[in-house]
Nanobody, 115 residues
Framework: QVQLVESGGGLVQAGGSLRLSCAASGSIFSINTWAWYRQAPGKQREFVAYITRVGTTNYADSVKGQFTISRDNTKNTWYLQMNSLKSDDTAAYYC?????????WGQGTQVTVSS
């Protein structure tokens, strides 16, 4: 089992920045991919970014050049640095840890961008 706890969401003005964190505990050794998703009101949850065990990263086209995913192995934590935030980035953000057998979700953290 893997437990995930997110933090770092909040209210920010358009053009501002936020950094989300996701701390993992439990069977951390089993995680292959660390990812972020988001869900805006009335929309389906969508992929934002991932980073693999070997450091490969991938981003949704909508956030390329704007968001950066990173990982601190010493803290069992991964991050999503979000810059130049826009109202379209308003959503609940969820971290996700993927293993061979299954994936795990965090509880979500709200990001609200005011224009």
């Amino acid at each position: 089992q893997v437990q995930l706890v997110e933090s770092g969401g909040g209210l920010v003005q358009a053009g501002g920045s936020l950094r989300l964190s996701c701390a993992a505990s439990g069977s951390i050794f089993s995680i292959n991919t660390w990812a972020w998703y988001r869900q805006a009101p009335g929309k389906q949850r969508e992929f934002v970014a991932y980073i693999t065990r070997v450091g490969t990263t991938n981003y949704a086209d909508s956030v390329k050049g704007q968001f950066t995913i990173s990982r601190d192995n010493t803290k069992n934590t991964w991050y999503l640095q979000m810059n130049s935030l826009k109202s379209d980035d308003t959503a609940a953000y969820y971290c996700r840890a993927e293993t061979i057998i299954r994936h795990y979700w965090g509880q979500g953290t709200q990001v609200t961008v005011s224009s």
